[in-house]
């Protein structure tokens, strides 16, 4: 599934698309990727024609279109939905699903192969959708409180990683962020939240900050064409993994093998060296 850079990298294409673009058709063309729409497909369309849109916002891995009149289109992404945007006339990509006939002459396309992901309009969810008011402040909110934050996480007595993949207590983090600030700041993941001290929480928030800010440059994460840019461009940070997806492979820092562990249903990498057993901390 998208993480904050690989969201955030599509909210800045499509803002430079859809901002102040009026919509003059919608086609639905398969019902699932909108069935949160009660009143179905065709009033889904309907609902949003002529209707135009202001820039788009995020928080954490969450995305939304606001309208200029105070509502919103909510994206879920899922683990393979995409925005591309091209000619109506230009061959549509396989899986295509929705499509948004822009003023401008553009077409604006969702592309969904699993269609876990969806769309949905959010009545007042220009400035926040109520879907997405519980969700945590992410690492580049302007108005996140740091130390209390810090304070919240240290409350928690499960490992680490859980608590940083818990959106509810700070969004945007998924499994391959989170491996890759625990490596760069040597906290196993399993260590447990209130065991850390607060500097060692805050070296960890900012080592988040830092690897989702150095994947943002290079477009995000792409293991495969499942995330793409809306010109369908991939990202390249995988590249520069040190830790996620290198079972095996030796530490950039001190050359001991990659480990994967299960966990929650899906996989931990770290280094067995660098980041060692748990142990409680003052």
Known sequence: MPELPEVETVRRGL???????????????????????????????????????????????????????GDAVLAHLGMSGQFRVDAPAA?????????FNLDDGRQLRFVDQRMFGGLSVSPGGAELPDEVAHIGRDLFDPDLDVDALVARIRRRGSGIKRVLLDQTVT???????????????????????????????????????DVMSDALTVGGTSFDALYVNVNGESGYFDRTLNAYGREGLPCARCGTPIVREHFMNRSSFFCPRCQTVPRRES
Do not use: C
């Open 15 to 69: 803002a430079s698309v859809v901002t102040g673009r009026r919509v003059d058709a919608v086609s639905v063309l398969h019902p699932r990727p909108v069935r949160r729409h009660a009143a179905g497909p065709e009033d889904f369309a309907a609902t949003l024609t002529g209707r135009r849109f202001g820039e788009p916002r995020r928080r954490g891995k969450y995305l939304w279109l606001p309208l200029e009149d």
């Open 91 to 99: 061959e549509l990509p396989r899986n295509t699903r929705v499509l």
């Open 171 to 209: 969004s945007g983090i998924g499994n391959i962020y989170a491996d890759e600030a625990l490596w760069h700041s040597g906290v196993h993941y399993d260590h447990p939240a209130d065991g850390l001290a607060p500097r060692r929480v805050r070296a960890l928030l900012d080592a988040a900050r």
